[in-house]
């Protein structure tokens, strides 16, 4: 028997026409879409599917993206009855994780992301930040290059050969050189709106603090792996400490998955656009089942390959 750990992707994964299908052709999908909008003051179908600039920006991003992933989540959920050992998600993706988990109700997720994405869009001025992926280098080398220069930080571990660093502008440029200087393949500086995970998002953790006081959290149905800590959530007030440092904190999402690996995780199923998640997966495992999800005609494969 399996093993499953649902998993779900971050800020960057979003793309026009995201959940579009379980929106059409599922009802539990159509409410989850609407009932997002209903909470939200605007229409989320209109945001996910038609063509436009709103969905790239963080304060849309990420509403859209946790509506998008739970919508596909829960169809999925009724149509294999699936249920997951553990669930995780790349920084944004932590609150479908927790929604899957029963931290949190799909609408505050919901309505909790729309906030966290106001923040953080107001959190530095354009111009003042800035991340890039470091390519093949090891992290401990990064850590090493990156140490000696204020205000910059790595930002996420993604997987073996993907570190992206975070913070002042000036910071991560010299950073970039002294990495490519040491033997970094690549230093590529990423379209972001800002130095996500970094110290210069500290203010808006703290001023999410106060939104998450507004939020019933529950004690995790399973548990759920925390960024910030690469360990297991198994209570309900560890959640909210966690969630306030995950704004300005490093992503340590190859942890993350070797944790899971470690206490026998052999399938995990991406949820949600794209299939960045199963990409890293293979660089930290290429051994583990990596399936994923973003159509709906994909839950059939993956009922064929779990045998369910």
């Known amino acids: 028997m399996s093993k499953i750990a649902f998993i ?13 299908d379980f929106y059409q052709e599922t009802e539990t999908g159509r409410k989850i879409f609407d ?12 945001l996910c599917f038609e063509p436009n600039d ?9 509403p859209a993206m946790v509506t998008a992933s739970i919508a596909m989540m829960r169809v999925f959920m009724e149509r294999t009855g699936v249920t997951p050992a553990v669930s995780a998600g790349l920084s944004l993706g932590e609150y479908p994780a927790m929604a899957a988990a029963g931290v949190m109700s799909d609408e505050d997720a919901i309505r909790t992301v729309r906030q966290r994405g106001i923040l953080m869009q107001q959190a530095v001025p354009a111009g003042l930040g800035a991340m890039s992926a470091v390519l093949a280098m090891d992290a401990s080398k990064i850590e090493e290059v990156i140490a000696p220069i204020e205000g910059v930080q790595i930002a996420n571990y993604n997987c073996p050969g993907q570190i992206v660093i975070s913070g002042k502008k000036e910071a991560v440029e010299t950073a970039g050189e002294r990495l490519k200087e040491a033997g970094a393949k690549r230093v590529i500086p990423l379209n972001v709106s800002g130095p996500f995970h970094s110290d210069m998002l500290k203010e808006a953790g703290e001023k999410l ?8 959290i529950h004690t995790p149905v399973i548990p759920y792996v925390a960024n910030v800590t690469a360990d297991y959530v198994t209570q309900a007030d560890m959640v909210r400490p966690l969630l306030i440092r995950q ?25 949600g656009p794209g299939k960045t998640l199963a990409g890293f997966m293979k660089k930290i495992d290429r051994n583990a089942n990596a399936l994923n999800i973003e159509k709906l005609e994909d839950i059939d494969k993956i009922k064929e390959a779990l045998g369910c």
Request: hydrophobic share 35%; charged share 20%.
């Open 8 to 20: 779900f992707p971050g800020q960057g994964a979003q793309t026009i026409g995201m959940g579009q």
């Open 35 to 46: 009932k997002a909008s209903e909470l939200l003051g605007f229409s989320m179908p209109e």
């Open 54 to 62: 709103r969905l790239n920006i963080t304060e849309y991003t990420q």
């Open 209 to 216: 603090g106060k939104v998450l006081e507004t939020v019933e």
């Open 247 to 271: 704004v300005s904190s490093s992503v340590r999402w190859e942890q993350s998955i070797r944790r899971m690996l470690a206490d026998g995780v052999d399938t995990f199923i991406e949820i």
